[in-house]
């Protein structure tokens, strides 16, 4: 499903990767673990190809960094569900109008909008903020508009940089057991934190990036 085969990655002649081998596998929830500036939004961009490898591959589903085109990406990326620390919502629009928007972009018929928008909403326990605007709405509800619109296209793959980064411990478990109820259904996530904790409470598997060099794979016990 995913495969970094002898990856090298720089920014301004600084090695991010070097030499960086990986796979994951369908339906894989998967926590990746680093300090901070040691590359995990950096290896999340290479996955929805926002940047590539300077040498080696990256093989997300049947897409390859190195035969990918630039009118391919947009297809990859409606594969992908991906969900940022600071929820990138717009704050002019409804939750409503937010989820049609991603649907409407890519020229998804009327008549499937809002049975997608009420089956999302009901993943995420929303669907009594529906008509609600950004900042009527907690963090914690934030996010969750975030997954919503994160898996509305049904992706095999979700992203997760940072997703309770901002969020306090107690609503920072619910959004992870959100997620785990998504991938306990067969998507696979990538979910990247430095929130050890979380990580300890979730008996899965562990990727960490160690001196933007290497990655062990731990399993817990």
Known sequence: ML?????DFSYDNQP????????IDQGEF??????????????LKLIYMDCFPQSGYVQVGDYSSETITLK????????????????????DRSVYDNLAFVLEVIGTPKREIKKKIFYALSEVGLTHKQNNMPDELSGGEQQRV?????????PFLILADEPTGNLDPDTA???????KKINSRG?????????????????????KLENGKAVKVILKR
């Open 30 to 43: 998967v926590f990746l673990i680093g300090k901070s500036g040691v590359g995990k939004t950096t290896l």
């Open 173 to 179: 478990d619910e959004i992870l057991g959100i997620l």
């Open 16 to 23: 991010v990767f070097q030499d960086l081998n990986l796979q």
């Open 3 to 7: 495969i970094f085969n002898h990856v």
């Open 72 to 91: 391919e990406i947009p297809f990859l990326r409606r594969k992908l569900g991906i969900i940022f620390q600071d929820f990138q919502l717009l704050t």
């Open 146 to 154: 975030a997954i919503a619109r994160a898996i509305i296209n049904d």
């Open 187 to 207: 998507t696979s996530v990538i979910f990247a934190t430095h929130n050890y904790e979380l990580v300890r409470s979730f008996d899965t598997k562990i990727i």
